[in-house]
C-alpha cells in the first residue's frame, strides 16, 4: 500500500505552488457572493412564508365572515 503513488520530486520551486495576490482576491469575491447569495436566498424565503401566513390569515378571516 505504502508504494501505490510514485516518490515526490526532489526539487520543486516552492513559490509554483502559492497562490497570487489575485487568485486570493478572486476567492473571496466568490466567498462573499454565496454569503450574499445565502442571505437572499433567507430573504425570498421568510418573504415567502410570511406570504402564505398572509394569505392563509386572510383566508380564514373571510370564512369567518
Known amino acids: ?6 516518490p515526490q520530486p526532489g526539487d520543486i520551486n516552492e513559490e509554483i505552488s502559492k497562490p497570487s495576490a489575485a487568485f ?3 476567492v473571496v469575491k466568490v466567498f462573499f457572493l454565496c454569503v450574499l447569495f ?12 410570511g406570504i402564505a ?11 369567518m365572515r
Open 1 to 6: 500500500m505504502e508504494n501505490l503513488y510514485p
Open 38 to 49: 445565502l442571505l437572499w436566498y433567507l430573504v425570498l424565503l421568510a418573504a415567502t412564508v
Open 53 to 63: 401566513f398572509l394569505i392563509g390569515f386572510l383566508a380564514v378571516l373571510l370564512a
Open 24 to 26: 486570493k482576491k478572486e
